[in-house]
């Protein structure tokens, strides 16, 4: 069986860019798998190439067992995505995958590896805010099931569908384990801009919680209001991606064009 730590078992890139400037990985919410990315590369600049993170314990690493815990999570990352920090690169998070993708740039800083030139983050409460959400992962199958029909994140047809649930709930558990065992701890503010997307209907993060994100960068902080709740990723998919292409666009060179070409020769006779 594979190392957790083997390369390519960690990214999916359904619309390869080898020639791309800069690389945006892509970390999904709790039960998500790359999937929820699948179009995004066709849809994004010629120059950016999505990269969406694929975890043990769905898709095609359904064999291996999932991780419960951040910390040895950010440490395989770290390992699994060295070769890919080898030109700009930026995450992307949604709900537990913004904590993953913040928790990881600062593993990289730790090693001593290159960072992300850019940080956003969709629907997650900042590090240190309580979770206004009761823990669920411990929770009797029965009592877990029902708490994912209220968060509104799993359709009914999976949730009513007891052969697909038993298959899923593992994953499940241990991706929402991840985020009701989190503790932060102290961190210097990141050198990189971060850009936060908040869904003004979202019922499980606020507008107050996604805002501290503030605290963590000495650069420039920037909020996005997507119409929609918690999964507005899926539901405003379109308004997203402009969005993210917009935020990256200054980390991306420019092209050049023929006014600035005259401009030059201007300046310099």
Not at 31 to 53: K, Q, R, T, Y
Not at 55 to 60: A, C, D, Q, V
Not at 102 to 120: A, G, K, N, Y
Request: a neutral charge.
């Amino acid at each position: 069986m594979q190392s957790r730590s083997t390369t390519h078992t960690w990214i999916t890139r359904s619309t390869p860019k080898p020639n791309a400037a800069l690389r945006l990985f892509c970390f999904s919410y709790a039960g998500g798998g790359s999937v929820v990315f699948h179009h995004w590369g066709a849809e994004l600049p010629d120059n950016i190439e999505v990269c969406a993170i694929k975890l043990p314990g769905r898709e095609s690493r359904f064999s291996e067992p999932p991780f419960d815990r951040t910390a040895p999570l950010v440490q395989a990352l770290a390992e699994g995505l060295a070769p890919y920090l080898d030109r700009p690169f930026a995450f992307f998070g949604h709900s537990l995958g913004g904590l993953v993708s913040f928790e990881l740039t600062h593993e990289l800083l730790r090693r001593q590896r290159p960072s992300p030139v850019h940080l956003l983050i969709s629907a997650t409460r900042a590090p240190h805010v309580p979770s206004t959400i009761a823990d669920m992962h411990h929770l009797p199958t029965p009592a877990f099931i029902e708490r994912l029909r209220n968060i509104q994140g799993t359709p009914d047809a999976i949730l009513n569908n007891r052969d697909m649930m038993e298959l899923m709930l593992p994953v499940l558990r241990a991706d929402f384990a991840i985020s009701e065992t989190y503790k932060p701890s102290a961190k210097a503010p990141l050198a990189c801009p971060i850009t936060a997307f908040y869904g003004p209907e979202d019922t499980i993060v606020s507008e107050e919680a996604l805002r501290a994100w503030e605290r963590y960068t000495r650069n420039t902080f920037t909020v996005h209001t997507i119409a929609g709740g918690h999964f507005f990723i899926h539901s405003a998919r379109s308004e997203v991606l402009k969005q993210v292409g917009q935020t990256l666009l200054p980390h991306l060179p420019k092209a050049p064009s023929a006014s600035g070409h005259h401009r030059r020769e201007e300046t310099g006779s």
